[in-house]
């Protein structure tokens, strides 16, 4: 158990909906990463929070926003949902230090079906 | 342009034998760099890393290593064993604390 929660486990939405996938960190940590993993492919970095301030955007659809609230859990919101947009999403945390060192610690992930 | 580069989809060894994950990478900012394994139907877990100032890290069975000249990684596990069946993720570190993964690598040992 990696102390990363992240709800719901499964999600099966039609096109067009829009939904909220919410992850609550690891005690103490304050950074949040979204990842997207669609079938066969790698983990796309998508969004990163650290104490509730926005610190760096990857490939993240504008259809898609991210937010952290005070008590450092965040949500990930998808909007006007397409068929490819079913995919794992993962949220992972970090006790992020200095010097690159950021071992970011996984939750189960949110599987995500747009039919 | 993909930073990370796993060219390896799969890898199929047998047990008790050497596995040899490779990872290359482009950034010369870059300054750590982590495996990680993923189960299906799980979350990636941590399982090693090092720093841009070493070129080799051992734990157990599992060792890293880090050419920085030719900005490739390795990842040896040895014996390997049909539990570490998985998919295996490179990942590497800005000072930033931006984490930029690789494709993964699926690797297959069988009894």
């Known amino acids: 158990d990696s102390g990363v929660t992240q709800t719901p486990k499964h999600l099966i939405t039609a096109t067009g909906q829009r939904v909220t996938l919410r992850c609550s960190p690891r005690s103490g940590d304050l950074s949040v990463y979204w990842y997207q993993q669609s079938l066969d492919q790698g983990l796309q970095f998508l969004i990163h929070?650290?104490?509730?301030?926005?610190?760096a955007k990857g490939n993240i659809l504008e259809r898609f926003s991210a937010q952290q609230f005070p008590d450092l859990h965040s949500e990930l919101n998808l909007s006007s949902l397409e068929l490819g947009d079913s995919a794992l999403y993962f949220c992972?945390?970090?006790?992020?230090?200095?010097?690159?060192?950021?071992?970011?610690?996984f939750g189960p992930g949110t599987r995500l079906t747009v039919l | 342009d993909q930073q990370v580069k796993q060219n390896s989809p799969s890898l199929s060894v047998q047990e008790g034998r050497i596995s040899i994950l490779n990872c290359d990478y482009t950034?010369?900012?870059?300054?750590?760099f982590l495996w990680y394994k993923k189960y299906p139907a799980e979350g990636p877990t941590f399982l090693i890393s090092?720093?841009?100032?070493?070129d080799k890290n051992e734990d157990g069975r599992f060792t890293v290593f880090l050419n920085k000249s030719a900005k490739h990684l390795s990842l040896h596990i040895v014996p390997s064993q049909p539990g570490d069946s998985a998919v295996y993720f490179c990942?590497?570190?800005?000072?930033?604390?931006?984490?930029?993964f690789g494709d993964g690598t699926t690797l297959t040992v069988k009894p």
């Open positions: 950034n010369s900012m870059f300054d750590y």
């Open positions: 990942a590497a570190n800005t000072n930033a604390g931006k984490s930029t």
């Open positions: 992972a945390s970090s006790g992020w230090t200095s010097g690159g060192v950021n071992t970011q610690y």
């Open positions: 929070y650290y104490n509730g301030e926005e610190r």
């Open positions: 090092i720093s841009s100032i070493k």
